[in-house]
């Protein structure tokens, strides 16, 4: 009978959750509606001019997206290689005190507010690269990048180290009795074992470093050029939102123009985080 | 301990519903509040440069007074009650003429057929917004060259000027940094309206969220130029340095007079003479108070 009742307590409130998520989806389209008539869906994500307020308007975001994917992308090119190391350390090789020293600092990385890390990278990045390589303006989407590395950092170490260790023991024993060297075991056995759990890893925080605003928006410049390296700046469309709803007419095409960024960031990061539920359940399925 | 938790659960859900219920009533309850303020409130609305600061003195004359009658003690003993709603300059001179609000307000000059169709109408300046070109003072553009143009300022800014170079050959060969707000922010549209006339500004330009980051940018980058609202320019003195104009420094006394042209009127509109009470609280925003709030907003006060 208890039991009972705690069923649909919870029930009603994970419903509630789940109605939240849908309810915000719905917001979304809603309130962006009158701009996929104004401008096509395509023409909107490869248009390349942005300028809500001229005549005639130009609402393209195609800048932003390549801006956001250049952070996004770079930050995982610094953050995979060092996160799996990490996490192959902490899995297999560290001593237990010190795994036990090590994890919770790093789980503690995720606690630090991003503004605090945009604040930082602000007032250090920014001024490092202007002395040390002569630009005029320090930001760009590298500096953005290197604060969004440390950031997604610990997603991708725990994510990655409880592939490896939700491995069947199985594995290691054998190896052990085959007499493998350890080096060996890691790499040929475990890795490929783990390569599911692992690409999870790195498609969550790409997820997370896609969404993140305001260490981006305090790094990366913010110009509406459109970026043709690394090391150029440009504007993420989480900025771009940021900068631009708190000043927008509401109604306006303007602000139903940002909405629609909005929505577009928001389905690209809840593809991203679909296509991670997939993985794991292929996991779940294949090894264990 | 599992009773507890149950008690806890269901706690949880009772708050959650409670909230839920309240945001419903919410709006029911709003109307009824509204038409009985409705013949005795006062309803300003427009450029959403100026409401800020007319919200806030509304904040402070209702605090500070309650009542009409502690106003003017002829008046009757009823609550004060001052709505303001933002909708743009536009709006502001559109829903004073239809008489959506009794005083609609406007950040920019009136036109000449706007002000046709109110001819018992009144206009009162509350103060202006301008807008100082900064550069950091380690920039020997501030010896070299104090005086710009305001065609300089939009080459500069439109990207034909790159580098301070071109725009004195005395200056380093060093490519500019462009700082601006977003576009949607105020300043960007009177710097578009005054000094770009529709030339697009360069692609380059870094938007920077706030007027105090673009104060910030240029105090620490010595390349940078930016336009930040001269009310930033007295709190980051030694920092920032601002530019001559067309020869006019753009001083209090200048910006009040209208020699110093980057800049806009803080206006307040009405369609006939405005009542009593509306006058009342007119005074309240001439006044040294309301003039005060005019200041700290970062805006030039109307000269008294």
């Not at chain 1, 069923?7 to 998520?21: D, E, F, H, Q, R």
Request: proline fraction near 6%; charged fraction near 15%.
């Amino acid at each position: 009978m208890m039991q009972e009742r705690m069923g649909t307590i919870c029930l009603l409130v994970a419903g509630c959750s789940t109605l939240l998520l849908i309810s915000v989806l719905l917001f979304m389209v809603l309130e962006s509606w009158p701009v996929w008539s104004a401008v096509s869906p395509l023409a909107f994500i490869l248009g390349t001019d942005w300028n809500p307020l001229a005549e005639p308007l130009q609402l393209g975001i195609g800048t932003m997206i390549l801006s956001t994917l250049w952070t996004a992308l770079g930050a995982l090119l610094l953050a995979v290689p060092l996160g799996l190391c990490c996490a192959i350390f902490l899995a297999e090789f560290a001593p237990q005190w010190m795994a036990n020293i090590l994890r919770p600092v790093l789980n503690l990385l995720t606690g630090i507010p991003s503004v605090v890390y945009g604040f930082l990278g602000a007032t250090v990045l920014v001024k490092f690269f202007e002395i040390n390589f002569a630009m005029a303006s320090g930001e760009s989407l590298f500096c953005a990048s290197l604060v969004l590395t440390i950031m997604v950092l610990p997603y991708i170490i725990s994510t990655s180290e409880s592939a490896l260790r939700a491995i069947p023991p199985e594995y290691r024993q054998v190896s052990l009795a085959l007499g493998v060297s350890k080096p060996y075991l890691t790499l040929r056995v475990l890795l490929p074992l783990a390569k599911r759990g692992l690409l999870g890893a790195i498609i969550l925080s790409f997820g997370r470093a896609a969404g993140e605003t305001m260490a981006v928006l305090m790094l990366a410049g913010n110009t509406m050029v459109l970026p043709t390296s690394w090391f150029s700046k440009g504007e993420p469309l989480p900025a771009l939102i940021a900068l631009e709803l708190g000043t927008s007419e509401v109604g306006s095409l303007h602000y139903q123009g940002l909405f629609a960024a909005g929505l577009v960031l928001l389905l690209f990061v809840l593809g991203m985080n679909l296509l991670l539920a997939l993985f794991r359940r292929d996991r779940r399925s294949g090894v264990s | 301990m599992k009773k507890f938790k149950f008690l806890l659960v269901s706690l949880l859900v009772l708050l959650v519903l409670a909230g839920c219920g309240q945001t419903s009533e919410a709006p029911k309850s709003e109307p009824a509040k509204e038409t009985a303020a409705k013949d005795q409130s006062i309803k300003l609305g427009g450029s959403s440069t100026l409401a800020p600061v007319i919200a806030k003195c509304a904040d402070d004359f209702t605090e500070q007074y309650k009542t009409w009658n502690k106003v003017d003690p002829q008046l009757p003993e009823e609550p004060i009650v001052i709505f303001v709603s933002t909708g743009g300059s536009g709006f502001g001179v559109k829903s004073a003429l239809d008489g959506t609000v009794n005083i609609g307000l406007v950040s920019r000059e009136m036109k000449e057929e706007e002000k046709a169709k109110m001819p018992n109408g009144k206009i009162i300046k509350l103060g202006s917004d301008a807008l100082a070109i900064a550069v950091n003072p380690q920039n020997p553009v501030v010896q070299v060259k104090p005086n710009l143009t305001t065609d300089e300022v939009k080459r500069i800014f439109a990207g034909e000027i790159k580098t301070w170079q071109e725009l004195d050959a005395k200056l380093p060969n060093r490519p500019t940094v462009l700082a601006i707000r977003d576009l949607g922010g105020g300043a960007s549209q009177v710097f578009d309206e005054l000094v770009m006339k529709k030339t697009p500004v360069a692609k380059e330009a870094i938007q920077l969220p706030s007027m105090g980051a673009l104060a910030g940018k240029v105090a620490e980058n010595a390349d940078a130029i930016g336009y930040v609202s001269t009310g930033l320019i007295k709190q980051n003195e030694g920092k920032i340095s601002a530019l001559n104009i067309d020869d006019v420094t753009p001083t209090n006394e200048n910006i009040a007079s209208g020699q110093y042209k980057i800049a806009r009127p803080l206006l307040l509109v009405t369609k006939e003479q405005p009542d009593q009470k509306q006058q009342l609280f007119i005074d309240y925003l001439l006044s040294e108070k309301g003039l005060k709030v005019v200041e700290e907003m970062g805006f030039v006060p109307t000269a008294k």
